[in-house]
């Protein structure tokens, strides 16, 4: 049997926008799709060592962090975490375009999105086989976050809970909207637009030999998906 624990916990969805369309019907730019999204959600997971992998979400990054006996500090660390998973993010992407592929899983790249949205709450952990997994409603109330009438593409969305407690470090042009979550009711969350965050660096041109490895790659670890040895990774259900 495995032990339950429960904690106080930040959590942060990092969720890839545009994600169905750029997966396509034609088996090669489903392969390649495949790949090319595992590559920006490992960078991204890799861009934020402070927060621990829960667990990799078809499209998303589900991420936590615990927090003592007080949230200060909390909103702070989820800015600068979705800054950085950001930049790493936008610049694996232009890798990718960057190939030779022709496939729509290559070419299409450039259109995805990535967005955020964040809560803390107290979490049950129970670790399987190894694994650790986090439960909860607040779990749940983080997921449904992710389905919100936010206007622009890319935004970190916080929970009232989690601005309030540090509202006067979220930077830029704040606004509020009150989403009516499946079998939670309307609450009040709070977004900023990523670009009021960070003025990433432009991302340098790649080197043809950047180029021909990024295509090889591609190829090659997109054959087992085109073989049917592989299956795709799916989304997984919002509980």
């Known amino acids: 049997m495995s032990a339950v624990t429960t904690e106080r916990a930040t959590l942060l969805i990092a969720d890839?926008?545009?994600?169905?369309?750029?997966?396509?019907?034609?088996?090669?730019?489903?392969?390649?799709?495949?790949?090319?999204?595992?590559?920006?959600?490992?960078?991204?997971?890799?861009?934020?060592?402070?927060?621990?992998?829960?667990?990799?979400?078809g499209d998303a990054a589900f991420l936590s962090r615990r927090v003592g006996t007080s949230d200060d500090g909390a909103v702070g660390e989820i800015l600068g975490a979705a800054v950085a998973m950001h930049r790493a993010f936008h610049h694996e992407r232009e890798y990718v375009v960057a190939n030779l592929c022709p496939c729509g899983g290559c070419r299409q790249a450039?259109?995805?999105?990535?967005?955020?949205?964040?809560?803390v709450g107290d979490v049950a952990s129970q670790a399987i086989r190894g694994r650790r997994k986090?439960?909860?409603?607040?779990?749940?109330?983080?997921?449904?976050?992710?389905?919100?009438?936010?206007?622009?593409?890319?935004?970190?969305?916080?929970?009232?809970?989690?601005?309030r407690t540090g509202e006067a470090s979220v930077p830029g042009d704040v606004r509020e909207i009150t989403p009516d979550l499946e079998g939670i009711g309307e609450i009040r969350a709070f977004f900023v637009d990523v670009a009021d965050l960070d003025d990433?660096?432009?991302?340098?041109?790649?080197?043809?030999?950047?180029?021909?490895?990024?295509?090889?790659?591609?190829?090659?670890?997109?054959?087992?998906?085109m073989l049917g040895?592989?299956?795709?990774?799916?989304?997984?259900?919002?509980?």
């Not at 660096?201 to 790659?217: C, D, E, H, K, N």
């Open 16 to 57: 890839i926008g545009g994600y169905t369309d750029y997966m396509g019907s034609h088996r090669m730019t489903l392969a390649h799709a495949e790949v090319n999204t595992a590559r920006m959600l490992d960078r991204m997971v890799d861009a934020a060592p402070g927060f621990e992998l829960v667990e990799i979400e």
């Open 229 to 239: 040895l592989k299956q795709s990774r799916g989304r997984a259900p919002s509980s």
């Open 134 to 163: 986090l439960v909860g409603i607040d779990v749940i109330l983080a997921h449904r976050l992710l389905k919100n009438t936010v206007p622009i593409p890319e935004y970190v969305l916080l929970s009232e809970d989690l601005y």
């Open 200 to 225: 990433p660096p432009p991302v340098p041109p790649a080197s043809w030999s950047a180029r021909l490895g990024s295509t090889f790659r591609a190829v090659g670890e997109g054959l087992p998906y």
């Open 110 to 119: 450039r259109d995805l999105k990535l967005k955020f949205v964040a809560h």
